[in-house]
């Protein structure tokens, strides 16, 4: 019996041995028909570097542009370009497309830790979890919200794809960071009383709601042609 179990050792240590190296192999080995794995995974890391790069020479640029108009206006002293200028700044704080800072509450979901004897996926938080919270904000008067970072609009879609949720065409993975600006108490009773809220927590889906005094919401960023949001719509005249 015991020759047996050192025999059983040496074969299990050199399968264990060969899984290893056959992994190694793999993340290493150039097909000459692409890259390998490591090599993606190096890509990937330079891009979003590359990304987080231009965002923010982006965000340099139209804070430059927003001095040179209000430079502008203080030049021309005129009072029909000063009120073009504010009702066009007016409209763009309504359609979400500046950058707002104000007093509210952080929400972050999570999934549940360890599932119980239900479906895997009733402990999954899903797109069909994120709706109803998103319009109980608005129903308590939120003024800015923002999941993730992405500015949520009234044309926003939360899409499930796969173990992430797709928001403005953006794929995000748990955890949901919700910032939502407003009455901070008053979000804060809505979402902690807020039926949709007690269901998930009964599927141990973890809620962590707190008030902020101070939070920011980026503006949303639209890296297509604004028209495109509102393609198939029609102004109606009453």
Known sequence: MTRYR???F???MLFGIGIVMQFRTVMDKDTGSGPSARELAQRLDGERTEGARLLETLSKLEADYAERLRQIGENQGS???SSLLEARNQAFFQAGLTRVKGSGIVM???D???PGDMAIEDYIIHDSDI???LNELRIAGAEAVSINGERILGMTKTICAGPTILINSSRYPVPFEFKAIGDPQRLYDAMENSESVA???IYDIRVDIR???ELVIEKYRSYGALGDLTAGLEVVVQ
């Open 6 to 8: 050192s025999v059983l």
């Open 10 to 12: 040496v074969v299990l």
């Open 79 to 81: 009072g029909e370009f």
């Open 108 to 110: 972050t979901l999570n």
């Open 112 to 114: 549940a830790v360890t």
């Open 131 to 133: 709706i109803p919270l």
């Open 199 to 201: 269901v998930l927590r």
């Open 211 to 213: 008030t902020e005094p």
